[in-house]
């Protein structure tokens, strides 16, 4: 079932990391049928001076009940942080609870 990427809360949120910040916007959600798991393609940006900025497209398997409770959300934010922080390039995420 598609979603649309403005009812996800990760939505244009904003990741501090040791290089700067980034700015997360969803560009496609779906959650699996019969499952409370969600697929997101997200779109991360990057302002490197005014005129230029760096992008990076991340996969990322979830729980939907994460992105509704503001305790787990945090951590969602943090673990994105990280991947940003120990990865280069294109990716995908698996934040399934099952997957640790």
């Known amino acids: 079932m598609s979603i ?3 009812e996800i809360s990760l939505h244009l ?10 700015l997360i916007a969803v560009d496609s959600a779906a959650k699996t ?4 798991v969600i697929i997101l393609e997200l779109i ?6 005014e005129e230029h900025f760096r992008t990076r497209e991340l996969g990322v398997k979830m729980s939907v009940s994460e992105l509704d409770s503001p305790e787990l959300f ?11 922080e120990a990865t280069e390039g294109d ?10």
């Open 74 to 84: 945090e951590g969602i934010l943090i673990r994105l942080r990280r991947w940003v």
């Open 91 to 100: 990716g995908f995420l698996d934040l399934t609870r099952s997957s640790g």
């Open 44 to 49: 991360m940006e990057q302002d490197i001076d």
């Open 4 to 6: 649309r990427p403005e």
């Open 13 to 22: 949120s904003r990741i501090d990391t040791s290089a700067g910040e980034w």
């Open 33 to 36: 049928q019969g499952s409370d």
